[in-house]
C-alpha cells in the first residue's frame, strides 16, 4: 500500500498528459527540441530500462546479405538464391539486400530530400502535422505518442502511396518528385520479392501477389535528431512489424539493431543495400514458417540520422477492411495444425493501434493455444497419493506458476453461489452500490473501477468490490452488502482452510516441513477481491486487466464459465479454459521472493468479453499487520551453489 500511495503522490507532482499535449502542441518536434539547444532529454522521452549491449557479429552471426543480381536470367542461380531467402527469413527475419535494381542516385536523393523536409522550418511543416491516422499525408512525432510508455527520439512523415496515393499536389513540396519516384521502384521491388518468397515457401510465385500483400504501400521517413542523453531514451522501441514486409532505406549512421538468440545485433549499413524484414502478417500466413522479429534503433550523440521504411500494408484501405488472413492452407498438414486464428484486417489493425509499441508481438492476441494449464486432483492427499499430488505441485509452481485445482474440498454449490452473489451485487441499483464506493484505502470494503484508476496510462474494463483483512482476519458481517453477506462469509472461511492446505504442499514441494510456509505466516494477509466484467462493445480496444505478475504469496481464484484469463507461457499466451467447479492458483511474486525463483510468478492478464465475466478472487500477502514481517529468501534453500538473489522486504 505504500508504493501505491507513492506512485500516486509522484503522478500528482508530474502530469505526463499534459506535458505530452505541451509537447505536441508545439507542432515541432523532437527537432524542435535540438535547435531549441536543449541539454537534458524531456521527462516523456526517458525509458526505465534500457539494456543489453550489441553482440559483435562473426560470419556466423551477422544479418544475411543477398544478392540479386542475374537471378531472372539464370534458374539455377534462382534456386540459390531462394535457399538463401528461406534460411535468412526462417531464422533472422532480417537480411540485406544488394542488386535490388533501386540506382544508389535514386536512393541518395531519397535521403536528401527526406531531410529537406524535416529541416525546412517548422511553420512550413506544420501544414502536414495531424494525428489523423486516416490522412493521406502525416507529420508528427510517434503514431503512438499518446498511448506508449515513453515517447522515442524522432519524427516523421508518413504517407499512404498505395493502392490509393495522393494527389501529387498534397506532398510535400521539397520531396515530391523523389517520394514518388521511390515509392513506384520499391512496389517493383516488392513483387519481386513477393515471387521469391513465394518460391521460398514452396507455393507458386504469384501466390503471395494474389493474396493481396503487394496491394498497399506505407511510406515512413523517420529523422533521428542528435540526442543529448542517447542513453535515456530510445529512436525506436523494441517492435515488431505489424506489415507483410518492409524495406527499409538508411543513411550512413547505422542505430538499427535486431534481437536474434536473445542478443541484439547491430545491421551495419551497406553501401547500396536496402534491408528487408518480415511483418507479423507474414509470420502469421506462413504459420510460423517465416519469423517477424523483434528490432528497435538507438538514439545517438551524433545525427541526424535518416531512413525510409516502405511497409507492404493495406491497414486502412476500405476493400480490404474484410478481407480475411489466416495460415496459408498448403503449407498446414496433421503435423502442421494452424498456430493462429483467422482475423480480418479491420481487427488486426484495431489491435495492432490501440496497443501501440509495447515491446510485444501483436501476433501473440491471434494465437490458437493448444497447451493447457496443469490441473492437479487433491483427492487422496492424505493417502499415499501425497507424494505424486506434492511432485504435481512443484512441476506446475516451477513450470508454469499457475494450475487448476479439482476436488479441493470446497463445495461446488458454494462456489456457484459466490459467483451469483457477486453477479447480484453489481446489476442491483447504482444508488445502492454507491454506498460502498470508496477510494480510501483504509475502509475494509469498499468497491470501485480500478484499484490504479489514477496511476496507470489506460482504465481496466472491471468494476471490483473487496474486502481487506491484511490487519485482521475478523470481519464485521454489518460491514459487508446485505445482497452478498452470507455467501461472501462462508467462501472467505473456506478460502482460508485450502489456502493453509495449499502452503504446506508447497512447503513440501520446496523440500521443507509442511508447516514452513503458514509458520512464517505466508497464509495471513488476505483479501477477498470480487470482478465483475460488464459486456464490452469493443472488446479488441480493451482489457479486463493489464498484464501483471501478483504482488502476493499465492492466489486462488474461482470463475463463472466464461473466460477470458490468459497466461504468458513460452513467450506466448495461453487461454485458461474454465473447469466447472475447479479452482485456479497462482504463485504471486513474494513466494517467487521467499523460494529464491525456485517458484514461478508468472505474467497473466484478463481479455474483455461482449458478455459479462465474474471472478472471486482470494490473496494471501502474508503478515502485514504490526509488526509488519520482513521475507526474503528461505534460509533452508540456499546455499554456496543457490546464494539469495533477494533482499529483505517488508512491505512488497
Known amino acids: 500500500m505504500a508504493k501505491v500511495l507513492e506512485n500516486f503522490e509522484s503522478e500528482i507532482k508530474y502530469d505526463r498528459k499534459s506535458e505530452l499535449k505541451i509537447f505536441d502542441d508545439t507542432k515541432a ?102 494525428r489523423d491516422e486516416t490522412r493521406k499525408v502525416i507529420y508528427n512525432t510517434n503514431f503512438d505518442f499518446y498511448q506508449a510508455k515513453a ?40 513483387l519481386k520479392l513477393f515471387e521469391l518468397l513465394s518460391e521460398a515457401l514452396g507455393l507458386r510465385p504469384n501466390h503471395l501477389k494474389d493474396m493481396g500483400c503487394a496491394e498497399g504501400l506505407y511510406f515512413i521517413g523517420h529523422y533521428y535528431p542528435a540526442c543529448p542523453e542517447p542513453g535515456l531514451t530510445l529512436g525506436a522501441t523494441k517492435h515488431t512489424d505489424s506489415a507483410f514486409l518492409t524495406i527499409l532505406l538508411q543513411d550512413i549512421l547505422g542505430g538499427l539493431q535486431v534481437l536474434h538468440e536473445d542478443q541484439w545485433f547491430d545491421v551495419t549499413p551497406v553501401a547500396g543495400g536496402l534491408v528487408v524484414n518480415l511483418g507479423d502478417l507474414s509470420q502469421l500466413i506462413s504459420n510460423d514458417k517465416f519469423k517477424s522479429v523483434y528490432h528497435r534503433v538507438l538514439a545517438k550523440d551524433v545525427g541526424p540520422r535518416i531512413s525510409i521504411a516502405c511497409f507492404f500494408r493495406t491497414h486502412f484501405a476500405e476493400r480490404t477492411s474484410s478481407r480475411i488472413f489466416a495460415p496459408i492452407k498448403q503449407l498446414l498438414s496433421k503435423d502442421n495444425p494452424p498456430v493462429y486464428r483467422e482475423t480480418t484486417m479491420e481487427e488486426y489493425v484495431t489491435r495492432i493501434y490501440s496497443k501501440g509499441l509495447d515491446g510485444t508481438s501483436g501476433l501473440m492476441y491471434f494465437k490458437l ?45 458454494l462456489l456457484s453461489n459466490m459467483i451469483d452473489a457477486v453477479r447480484k451485487f ?42 481487506s483483512m491484511l490487519r485482521s482476519d475478523h470481519i464485521d ?47 495471513k494477509g488476505r483479501t477477498l477481491v470480487c470482478h465483475y466484467y460488464p459486456a464490452c462493445p469493443e472488446p479488441e480496444l480493451a482489457m479486463g486487466v493489464t498484464k501483471h505478475t501478483d504482488n502476493t504469496f499465492l492466489t486462488v481464484l474461482v470463475e463463472d464459465e466464461t473466460g477470458g484469463l490468459q497466461v504468458l507461457h513460452d513467450n506466448q499466451w495461453v487461454d485458461v479454459q474454465p473447469i466447472p467447479g475447479s479452482l485456479v492458483v497462482n504463485i504471486g511474486d513474494l513466494l517467487q521472493i521467499v523460494s529464491n525463483d525456485k517458484f514461478k510468478s508468472n505474467v497473466h492478464r484478463v481479455l474483455p468479453s461482449k458478455v459479462p465475466r465474474i471472478s472471486v478472487i482470494g490473496f494471501f500477502a502474508g503478515r ?29
Request: glycine residues 6%.
Open 369 to 413: 493455444t493448444h497447451i493447457s494449464l496443469p490441473v492437479i486432483d487433491l483427492d487422496g492427499l492424505l493417502t499415499d497419493q501425497r507424494r505424486k499430488i506434492v511432485d504435481q505441485v512443484r512441476n506446475a509452481s516451477e513450470e508454469w506458476g499457475f494450475f487448476h485445482v479439482v476436488n479441493h474440498g470446497i463445495p461446488s454449490s
Open 151 to 190: 515517447a522515442n527520439w524522432r519524427d516523421s512523415l508518413y504517407c499512404s502511396m498505395a493502392p490509393n496515393p495522393p494527389n501529387p499536389e498534397e506532398l510535400p513540396p521539397v520531396c515530391r518528385d523523389i517520394m514518388m519516384d521511390y515509392s513506384n521502384k520499391v512496389m517493383s521491388l516488392g
Open 426 to 467: 453489481n446489476e442491483q441499483d447504482i444508488d445502492v452500490k454507491k454506498e460502498f464506493y470508496s477510494r480510501d484505502t483504509s475502509r475494509r470494503v469498499r468497491f470501485n473501477s480500478n484499484y490504479d484508476l489514477f496511476q496507470s496510462e489506460r482504465a481496466d474494463w472491471r468494476d471490483t468490490l473487496s474486502v
Open 29 to 130: 518536434g523532437v527537432k524542435g527540441l535540438v535547435d531549441a539547444g536543449v541539454t537534458k532529454i524531456p521527462r516523456i522521452f526517458i525509458h526505465d530500462k534500457i539494456t543489453d549491449t550489441p553482440f559483435e557479429g562473426n560470419d556466423k552471426h551477422t544479418i544475411p546479405i543477398i544478392d540479386l543480381k542475374g537471378i531472372d536470367k539464370d534458374p539455377s542461380l534462382r534456386r540459390e538464391v531462394i535457399d538463401k531467402l528461406r534460411e535468412a527469413c526462417e531464422k533472422w527475419g532480417f537480411f540485406q539486400l544488394i542488386n535490388h535494381g533501386i540506382p544508389a542516385t535514386v536512393m541518395d536523393e531519397m535521403i536528401d530530400g527526406m531531410r529537406r523536409f524535416h529541416e525546412q522550418e517548422t511553420e512550413v511543416k506544420k501544414h502536414f502535422f495531424t
Open 624 to 652: 502485514v499487520a504490526p509488526p509488519a514481517r520482513l521475507y526474503g529468501p528461505i534460509k533452508e534453500l540456499l546455499s554456496e551453489e543457490n546464494p539469495a538473489k533477494y533482499k529483505e522486504v517488508l512491505e512488497y
Open 477 to 523: 458481517p454489518n460491514e459487508l452488502p446485505a445482497i452478498c453477506r452470507d455467501e461472501a462469509l462462508e467462501f472467505i472461511e473456506q478460502i482460508g482452510k485450502i489456502g493453509d492446505t495449499l502452503f504446506e504442499l508447497l512447503s513440501e514441494a520446496l523440500g521443507l516441513k509442511p508447516n514452513h510456509l503458514n509458520s512464517i505466516e505466508c497464509h
